[in-house]
């Protein structure tokens, strides 16, 4: 009998035909051997439409060799494209336009933006949302400087901390900004103090062609000067149950205004971080099971409004308090901060829980159809 057959659709790096997450596919196609599944990876550079075959990419465990063969179109896609600037990621909304009627995992989410929106329609959520607003000049900026000492200034389509912008009052000196954050390459800018008035000018050659949000900015220095958040990974079972996988802190880099891994961070146990930000056990705990029970009403709601989400990871802040507070969704999460922790465990079952999800999902449907 021949084994369902999922397909991990990607985007290549470069035009050397890279790939970001090659050694995740491969235990991803390692542990799918063990369940009985059939996994490939392609990029959509990589399908023949006129013939209905994709070149696929093999992955042998024993030998541990890629390999390439043309092959049907899988009975499921996972889609682990991330946004790109650039012509492969054009060739990738064609795909999806054309082939939206194959079975996703997973579907694209909405912009931070939209996604906001549609939370702060629910009372359960307002509570753990910072103050947010799209920018539609800088107007927008002074206003909110003007509620909060300081604000996010970041694109609505970002990854990866690119492009985010820190912008402060300077106590004592009225009508003064001091900015920072990282570039576009993730590269951290050095610090700028201007006058308000000049705000708008530096912000309109920083943002060109893109749309932005400002933010409440949530201050999260450890005693180090570093600034931390936490990464929760929400994934679905094997029988379709949204469940937390695992949560872990992030610290960034000194005179970094982000967490982000890529960007020089470096992950820490959660309660490692807890422990130095809140000294009460029994709050400890509490924010635990908050920023857990947060996670999975979120995913459920999402899933709920949008459809086809298999997985999302949640950017989390905890003020002093002990209030979780949701600085942004990921629909495309990555997996090394479980791996950098040494919880092995919670790396496995992030890589494993889309594979037993989507056996339940091909499972499902074959039994709908027999019915």
């Not at 996994?39 to 042998?60: C, H, K, R, W």
């Not at 946004?83 to 054009?90: D, L």
């Not at 570093?226 to 949204?242: A, C, E, F, I, T």
């Not at 037993?356 to 091909?362: C, G, N």
Request: hydrophobic share 35%; aromatic share 8%.
């Amino acid at each position: 009998m021949s084994k369902p057959v999922l397909g991990i659709m990607t985007l290549y790096l470069d035009d050397r035909k890279r790939l970001e997450e090659r050694h995740i596919y491969e235990h991803m196609i390692k542990e799918g051997k063990s369940l009985g599944l059939d996994l490939f990876v392609f990029t959509p550079a990589d399908v023949n439409s006129a013939q209905g075959l994709i070149n696929a990419m093999e992955y042998d465990p024993a030998s541990r060799r890629w390999g390439r063969r043309w092959r049907p179109f899988p009975h499921m896609i996972f889609d682990r494209c991330r946004i790109q600037k650039s012509a492969r990621f054009q060739q990738l909304l064609r795909f999806r336009a054309r082939y939206r009627h194959l079975l996703f995992l997973n579907r694209p989410l909405r912009n931070k933006w939209t996604i906001h929106q549609i939370l702060y329609t629910k009372k359960r959520f307002r509570p753990h949302l910072p103050d947010t607003r799209i920018v539609q000049s800088v107007n927008d900026v002074h206003r909110m400087l003007k509620e909060h000492d300081t604000v996010y200034f970041k694109p609505i389509n970002g990854t990866g901390g690119r492009g985010i912008l820190k912008i402060s009052r300077i106590p004592g000196v009225p009508g003064t900004y001091e900015v920072r954050g990282r570039n576009a390459n993730r590269t951290i800018i050095k610090p700028k103090r201007m006058p308000s008035g000049f705000l708008g000018q530096y912000l309109s050659g920083w943002g060109v062609k893109d749309r932005y949000l400002v933010q409440e900015g949530l201050h999260l220095e450890l005693p180090d000067g570093r600034v931390h958040d936490y990464r929760m990974l929400v994934q679905k079972n094997g029988s379709g149950q949204w469940e937390v996988t695992g949560c872990v802190g992030r610290v960034g880099p000194p005179k970094s205004v982000t967490s982000n891994l890529h960007g020089g961070g470096r992950a820490a146990m959660m309660e490692e971080l807890l422990e130095k930000w809140i000294s009460d056990p029994a709050k400890r705990l509490k924010v635990r099971e908050d920023a857990g029970q947060l996670g999975v009403d979120i995913a459920q709601f999402l899933d709920g409004q949008y459809g086809g989400l298999c997985e999302i990871a949640l950017d989390l802040a905890v003020d002093k308090s002990g209030r979780v507070l949701l600085i942004e969704v990921n629909p495309k999460p990555s997996r090394e901060v479980f791996s950098q922790v040494g919880d092995l465990e919670a790396y496995r079952v992030s890589i494993v829980r889309p594979l037993e999800y989507a056996l339940y999902v091909y499972n499902h449907r074959k039994a709908a159809k027999n019915a």
